[in-house]
């Protein structure tokens, strides 16, 4: 794993997802009070990317706004479709100030 600092604790806003591309991949990192959730940036039923404007935060789930998609923010499990595929998750690290999201090799 390969851990890729990506910003201070000030610079999330709780509730507001942003998006990274970390080693080829996009990701969104979204914190929810004093924990911080990464998952793939984009919908598995049509790939619109939920930073872009189409995802939105709701109760520990991220939902897409073209079909309603629904998923866990912690798992990446399908809550309600037309979503046929979980989001893959990432592991979030807070080490002092520092907000660092481990990346597989």
């Not at 969104?28 to 984009?42: G, I, K, P, S, T």
């Not at 998923?71 to 309600?80: C, I, R």
């Amino acid at each position: 794993m390969t851990a890729h600092n990506i910003g201070k604790l000030s610079d999330f806003t709780p509730g507001v997802m942003r998006g990274f591309e970390l080693d080829g991949w996009s990701i969104a990192v979204l914190r929810l009070e004093d924990r911080f959730y990464a998952f793939d940036n984009y919908c598995t039923h049509e790939g619109v990317t939920f930073t872009s404007g189409y995802g939105v935060v709701a109760k520990n789930r991220v939902v897409c706004m073209l079909h309603s998609s629904a998923f866990d923010v912690a798992t990446g499990a399908v809550l309600t479709g037309p979503a046929p595929d979980p989001l893959k998750t990432y592991e979030v690290q807070v080490n002092g100030d520092d907000v660092l999201v481990a990346m597989p090799d």
